[in-house]
């Protein structure tokens, strides 16, 4: 549990410190620097020679959608919209988890549309603005639910992965996951040139933010996580999975000053609190789902 709750914690300022220093920072960019971050971090403990080829690659390819491609939607959402609705709409994950774990059973029960309906109402209630919807804003929207989807994506695959590990430790293993995240992210910014250029528009702030961004952030906390996740039942792994989401909102509003329509904002929890629990209804899976072997 205390590892689940340091990491959650983590994430909850993580969101108004990319809003508030890293703008007109390419996402590419902080995706390449916080994944190359958390790798150093790892590369100490690694032990590439003790992993068979075909589960080295299958660790690498998880890694290249569950953090690579995950920051690149993530992040690419901050310009869309405000911090605490990024945060907002990461709740939806276990969601994802499910789908992909029941679209390997070949079928999605009807709840889980019904469920998709409610979130779009939520999404909706929070991005109506002068009697309009803001395209910027949905696809912000659309961008956090790719990220949501790929950081889903990995887990469901890791479940089946970890347990290959055999005699080799988490920490051992786990820098094949920030080197496919790295190699995901890197052509990415190659293609969309000017990363030197933006390298050098840096500030020695914004340098501060990407170093913990990247160590603690993504590199510690993913595996504090993990860890964590090992050492309580599913039920409580369930709801500390979206743990962040409360005290992102929180910590958005206040600390980083960030405004909102309470109502609106208090509807708009509701409708998306309303989605889980119709995804929720009739089983358990999505508990199981997002247990950790």
Same mark, same amino acid.
């Given at each position: ?20 220093? @890293?703008? +007109? ?9 916080? @994944? ?19 589960? &080295?690659?299958? %660790? ?8 690579? @491609? ?18 907002? #709409? ?9 789908? #992909? *774990?029941?679209? +390997? ?6 709840? #889980? ?18 009697? &309009? ?58 293609? &969309? ?16 933010? @990407? ?44 600390? #980083?000053? *960030? ?14 609190? &309303? ?12 508990? %199981? ?5």
């Amino acid at each position: 549990m205390p590892y689940l709750i340091l990491a959650s914690l983590v994430w909850a300022f993580s969101f108004g410190l990319i809003k508030l220093y @890293l703008p +007109g920072v390419p996402p590419a960019l902080v995706t390449v620097v916080r @994944l190359a971050l958390a790798l150093l971090v790892f590369l100490p403990f690694w032990r590439p020679a003790r992993l068979p080829g075909r589960l &080295a690659a299958g %660790l690498t390819l998880t890694g290249a959608v569950q953090y690579g @491609l995950m920051y690149l939607c993530y992040l690419a959402a901050f310009p869309r919209l405000p911090a605490h609705a990024v945060a907002l #709409f990461t709740i939806f994950t276990p969601l994802w988890v499910m789908v #992909f *774990e029941r679209l +390997g059973h070949g079928r999605l029960p009807g709840r #889980f549309w019904a469920a998709a309906g409610l979130a779009v109402a939520g999404a909706a209630v929070l991005l109506f603005r002068g009697g &309009a919807w803001s395209q910027q804003a949905w696809a912000g929207f659309l961008l956090v639910q790719g990220s949501n989807a790929c950081f889903a994506w990995g887990q469901v695959r890791y479940r089946t992965l970890a347990p290959r590990l055999g005699g080799v430790r988490e920490e051992q293993a786990y820098a094949w996951l920030y080197l496919g995240g790295l190699l995901a992210a890197l052509p990415v910014l190659l293609l &969309a040139g000017g990363a030197g250029q933006a390298l050098a528009k840096i500030t020695l702030p914004q340098a501060a933010i @990407l170093l913990y961004l990247g160590v603690l952030a993504s590199g510690v906390c993913f595996f504090w996580w993990n860890r964590g996740a090992r050492r309580v039942n599913a039920g409580t792994l369930a709801a500390m999975n979206n743990l962040k989401i409360p005290l992102a909102v929180v910590v958005a509003l206040t600390v #980083f000053g *960030e405004t909102a329509q309470p109502g609106r904002l208090t509807l708009s929890c509701l409708l998306l609190a &309303a989605a889980l629990l119709v995804a929720r209804h009739g089983g358990n899976q999505m508990v %199981l789902s997002v247990k950790s072997p």
